[in-house]
């Protein structure tokens, strides 16, 4: 059975950091896009930032030049680095990991998510 298990979220004061992890687990044959998502109270699931297997990376306006998306293909894992973060990055945080169990089949999978709260 496929799982991403979150890790790396709490509280946080603002300006502080944080580093998200999700690694992936079962039977995998290849994973290509992997991304982070996340949804505050009352809002709409938002796209953060998306890293290829080629580690091409994209980012939403809202978070560029604060967190820095990266991989780690030997442990099948994504990180989320969040710098400077601010009380508005309060949210869940989810992954989301396109994984092929067998070639040329791929399924998106999520991650339940973990909970980052920026207060002071």
């Known amino acids: 059975q496929m799982q991403l298990v979150e890790s790396g979220g709490g509280l946080v004061q603002p300006g502080g950091s944080l580093r998200l992890s999700c690694a992936a687990s079962g039977r995998i044959f290849s994973i290509y896009g992997m991304g982070w998502y996340r949804q505050a109270p009352g809002k709409q699931r938002e796209l953060v930032a998306t890293i290829t297997s080629g580690d091409s990376t994209y980012y939403a306006d809202s978070v560029k030049g604060q967190f820095i998306i990266s991989r780690d293909n030997a442990k099948n894992t994504v990180y989320l680095q969040m710098n400077s973060l601010k009380t508005e990055d309060t949210a869940v945080y989810y992954c989301?990991?396109?994984?092929?169990?067998?070639?040329?089949?791929?399924?998106?999978?999520w991650g339940q998510g973990t909970q980052v709260t920026v207060s002071s």
């Open positions: 989301s990991a396109e994984i092929a169990q067998v070639r040329g089949s791929f399924q998106n999978y």
